[in-house]
């Protein structure tokens, strides 16, 4: 027998501007962390739910890796964000002679 969820309908989360990258954010206490791109600068924000107010918590000095960013984990006390960067990209090419 399947029960049901418990719980409101969905709402739009007004005042939230549109996320950068949809895949990294993190509900946590009275607001949602977000990642943005703000000045030609990637930005950790911080939404307030409560005042609509979004600030800026950490600017990267260095692009993010979409791909492997985790979706902004918080450690349950507030205190740590977790978040990746791409520090470099490289890749080698190398001949193989006498193959057999």
Do not use: C
Request: aromatic share 12%; net charge negative; no cysteine.
């Amino acid at each position: 027998m399947a029960s049901e969820t418990e719980g409101s309908e969905e709402l739009r989360v007004e005042g939230l501007p549109q996320l950068t990258y949809v895949e990294a954010w993190r509900p946590f206490g009275t607001g949602i962390y977000t990642l943005g791109f703000t000045n030609h600068k990637w930005e950790i924000d911080f939404f307030d739910l409560g005042t609509k107010k979004l600030s800026k918590v950490f600017q990267m000095e260095k692009s993010p890796d979409p791909d492997w960013m985790g979706g902004l984990p918080v450690s349950p006390d507030g205190r740590y964000l977790l978040f990746s960067q791409s520090d470099e990209i490289s890749s080698d090419l190398m001949v193989v002679e006498n193959w057999q």
